[in-house]
C-alpha cells in the first residue's frame, strides 16, 4: 500500500508533447479514475506510472520513492490490460502464477495466493484451462488475478472493462470497487466512460487534450466544473451551453452560461423570454428528457419528471431556471465566479 | 424434392471424379517409387533383362544389408548418419538463429536494425548456388572440407526463416511483452517463457520444411566432400552411378534410394498434426 505523487508530469514524442503537466498528490487506498476523450492522454499517463514508458520531465514518486527510472517489476506496481494480455499458452494458474516465479517466490506461498485469488475471482473450477478456452469475462477475472496475487501498492487499469458487453460490464465494475475496498490497494484506473468514472472513483481526473482540467470527488466535479470542457462530458445527457452575450449576461464577448438539463423546465411561454419548438422527448419511465431548438437556432435538453406531461413535438415552450444554476465560462473554457 | 436428389445425385458423381482423379494422380505419382522399391528387391538380373517386374522379389533382405553395410563406395549407413547430421544441424541451426535474429529485429531498438533486416532480406535473393565459389573458398579456407561443420555453416543462416518469424512475432500484441515486463520478466526470459511456446506450431511447420531442404542438398556436399565417408546420401546415390562400362548395381542403388526418403517421410509424418496446425493457424 502506498501513496503516489505525480509532479508537473510531461510526456513529449518527439517534438509532440502529449501530456502538459498533470500533479496530483494520491493518498495510500484511494481509488482514482482518470477520465476523458479518446486520445486525450490516460493510457500515456498510466503507462508512465507503470514504467512502460519514459518520463519526459517531472516526477513519479510510489510511496515516497522517486520511481522515474526504475523498471516496472521494482515499482510495486500491478497492470491490468485492456486486452488483458494473458499468455496464451499458459493456464489460468501459470498466468497468475508466472510474475510470482520470476520474483522466486517458494512453490507453495505461490500456490496459496493463486489459490485465494481463484476463491475471491471465482475461478477455481478454470485453472487448468487455456485463455482461449475461457469467456471475456473470465479472462478479465484472471487478468485481475493476475494483479492480486503480486499484493502490490499500487493497481493500474487500463480500460479493463472497454472489451465486455453493457450488462457485464456494470457488474464487474462492482466487483472491482468491492474488491479494491476489501484490498486497500491504491489505484489508478483508465476510463472514458464517465459512468464508469463517476461510480468507481473516490477522486478522478478530467483529462482533456493532454492536460488534467479537473481532479476531485465526481459528484463535487459534477456540480461544480471547473472548465466548459469538464462540464460537457460530465453527465448525461451534456450540458446545454448557451450564448452569455445573447442572454443578456454583462460579460465579455464568447461567453457562454451552462445550465445541467435538470436545472431548466419548461413554462407557459408568457412567463419567460426563452421559448424553443420541441424537437422531440424521450420518455424514459422515470424521466423525460425533451430535446428543443431555440428560436436563434441552438439546441437546448431538458430532463425533468417522467410524472409530469409531456409537450408535444413542434409544440412551443418557454424554458426558465434558477440563476444559482447558472455556470459561466470565459472564451476560453475556463468558469468565471462571481 | 426432385430437384434436390438430383441435386444430391449431381453431387455425389462430381464427387466420384474427383476422387478418381485423384487417384490416378497419386498412382501416376507413387509408380516410379513403387518400380523403385520392386527394384529393389530382385537381383541384377531381373532387372537387366525385360520386361521389368511388377511384383517384389525375395532379395530384399540381401539387398539392403549389402546396401547399409557395403554400398557401392561407402556404406549407406553412414552415408544416412552424414545426411541425419547435417539436415538436423541445418534446421536445428537455422530455427535457433533466426529466431534470435527476429528476436531482436521486432522486440530491441538499436541503430541500424532496420539495415540489417534489409541486408538479411536481401540475402533471400542469393541462392547457395550463385555464392558458391566464393563460400566454398572461404570453408576450404578455414580447413573445413570433409567435415561436418563445412557441411552444416554455409547452409545455417536463413532470411526465409527470419522473415517469417518476424512476421509472426510482429503478430504478437504489445501488451504481452509489456505484461511480462511488469511481471518481471527479462527480455531473454520473455523469450524463452512465453515467444518460444507461443511460435511452437511455427517452429514444427519450419522444422519440417528445413529437414527436408537439408537433407536434399545435393551441390554443396558433392564440392566439399571428397572423402566417402562424409558423402550425404543424396549425393552419394549419384556417387553410385558408375562411369564409364562398368554396369550399375541397380538393386544396390534402388534399396538406397528407398532408404534415403525413409527420414523425411518418418519428419513429415512425426510431425504432421503440428506442421499442418502451424501452416493453417497460429495460436494467439
Ligand atoms: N508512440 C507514440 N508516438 C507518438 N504519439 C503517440 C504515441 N503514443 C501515443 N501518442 C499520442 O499521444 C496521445 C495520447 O495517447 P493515449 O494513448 O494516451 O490516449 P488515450 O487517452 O489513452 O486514448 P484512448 O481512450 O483512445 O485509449 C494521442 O494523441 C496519441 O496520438
Ligand atoms: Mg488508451
Known amino acids: 500500500m502506498a501513496t503516489v505523487t505525480l509532479e508537473n508530469l510531461r510526456k513529449s514524442y518527439g517534438n509532440t508533447e502529449v501530456i502538459h503537466g498533470v500533479d496530483i498528490d494520491i493518498a495510500d487506498g484511494e481509488f482514482i479514475v482518470i477520465v476523458g476523450p479518446s486520445g486525450c492522454g490516460k493510457s500515456t499517463l498510466l503507462r508512465m506510472v507503470a514504467g512502460l514508458e519514459t518520463v519526459t520531465s517531472g516526477d513519479i514518486l510510489i510511496g515516497g520513492r522517486n520511481v522515474n527510472s526504475v523498471e516496472p517489476m521494482d515499482r510495486d506496481i500491478a497492470m491490468v490490460f485492456q486486452n488483458y494480455a494473458l499468455y496464451p499458452h499458459m493456464s489460468v494458474f501459470d498466468n497468475m502464477a508466472y510474475g510470482l516465479k520470476i520474483a522466486k517466490v517458494p512453490k507453495d506461498e505461490i500456490a496459496k495466493r493463486v489459490a485465494n485469488a481463484a476463491e475471491i475471482l471465482q475461478l477455481v473450477p478454470y485453472l487448468t484451462r487455456k485463455p482461449r478456452e475461457l469467456s471475456g469475462g473470465q479472462r478479465q477475472r484472471v487478468a485481475m488475478g493476475r494483479a492480486i496475487v503480486r499484493k502490490p501498492a499500487v493497481f493500474l487499469f487500463d480500460e479493463p472493462l472497454s472489451n465486455l458487453d453493457a450488462k457485464l460490464r456494470v457488474q464487474m465494475r462492482l466487483e472491482i470497487k468491492a474488491l479494491q475496498r476489501d484490498l486497500g490497494v491504491t489505484s489508478l484506473y483508465v476510463t472514458h466512460d464517465q459512468v464508469e468514472a463517476m461510480t468507481l472513483a473516490d477522486r478522478m481526473i478530467v483529462m482533456n487534450g493532454g492536460v488534467a482540467d479537473q481532479i476531485g470527488k465526481p459528484l463535487e466535479v459534477y456540480a461544480d466544473p471547473a472548465t466548459e470542457f469538464v462540464a460537457g462530458f460530465i453527465g448525461s445527457p451534456s450540458t446545454n451551453f448557451l450564448d452569455a452575450g445573447r442572454l443578456g449576461r454583462r460579460v465579455e464577448g464568447g461567453a457562454k452560461v451552462g445550465i445541467r438539463p435538470e436545472h431548466i423546465r419548461t413554462v407557459a411561454q408568457s412567463e419567460t423570454d426563452y421559448a424553443g419548438k420541441v424537437v422531440y422527448s424521450e420518455p424514459l419511465g422515470a424521466e423525460t428528457l425533451i430535446h428543443l431548438k431555440l428560436l436563434d437556432g441552438e439546441d437546448v435538453t431538458v430532463r425533468q419528471e417522467g410524472a409530469l406531461p409531456i409537450p408535444s413535438e413542434g409544440e412551443s415552450c418557454g424554458l426558465a431556471w434558477e440563476a444559482k444554476d447558472e455556470m459561466v465560462f470565459a472564451k476560453d473554457g475556463i468558469r468565471l465566479r462571481q | ?284
Do not use: C
Open chain 2, 1 to 284: 424434392m426432385a430437384q434436390q436428389n438430383g441435386m444430391v445425385e449431381k453431387r455425389s458423381s462430381g464427387l466420384w471424379l474427383t476422387h478418381l482423379g485423384m487417384i490416378v494422380g497419386v498412382a501416376f505419382i507413387f509408380f516410379p517409387i513403387w518400380l523403385a522399391f520392386v527394384a529393389s528387391t530382385v537381383d541384377q538380373q531381373a532387372i537387366v533383362r525385360p520386361p521389368m517386374p511388377l511384383l517384389p522379389g525375395d532379395k530384399f533382405f540381401e539387398n539392403y544389408a549389402r546396401a547399409l553395410t557395403s554400398g557401392v563406395n561407402a556404406p549407406v549407413g553412414i552415408m544416412l548418419v552424414n545426411s541425419m547430421v547435417m539436415a538436423l544441424g541445418i534446421a536445428l541451426g537455422k530455427i535457433a538463429i533466426s529466431l534470435l535474429s527476429a528476436f531482436a529485429i521486432v522486440y530491441f531498438r538499436f541503430p541500424g536494425r532496420h539495415l540489417f533486416f534489409w541486408l538479411i532480406f536481401l540475402t533471400l535473393m542469393l541462392p547457395v548456388e550463385v555464392r558458391i565459389v566464393p563460400t566454398y573458398e572461404v570453408i576450404a579456407n578455414f580447413g573445413m572440407l570433409n567435415s561436418y561443420s563445412g557441411l552444416i555453416l554455409p547452409l545455417i543462416a536463413s532470411a526465409t526463416a527470419t522473415f517469417l518469424f518476424r512476421q509472426f512475432f510482429m503478430t504478437v500484441p504489445d501488451e504481452l511483452a509489456e505484461a511480462a515486463r511488469v511481471d518481471g520478466a527479462k527480455p531473454m526470459r520473455f523469450f524463452f517463457d512465453i515467444l518460444l511456446p507461443m511460435s511452437r506450431t511455427n517452429i514444427a511447420a519450419l522444422f519440417v520444411i528445413l529437414f527436408i531442404y537439408g537433407w536434399n542438398q545435393y551441390l554443396w556436399p558433392l564440392l566439399i566432400t571428397t572423402d566417402p565417408s562424409m558423402n550425404t546420401i543424396v549425393m552419394g546415390i549419384k556417387q553410385m552411378f558408375p562411369s564409364g562400362d562398368d554396369t550399375a548395381d541397380w538393386p544396390v542403388i534402388m534399396a538406397t534410394s528407398i532408404l534415403a526418403m525413409i527420414p523425411p517421410v518418418l519428419v513429415v509424418i512425426g510431425m504432421q498434426r503440428l506442421f499442418v496446425r502451424g501452416l493453417v493457424e497460429s495460436e494467439k
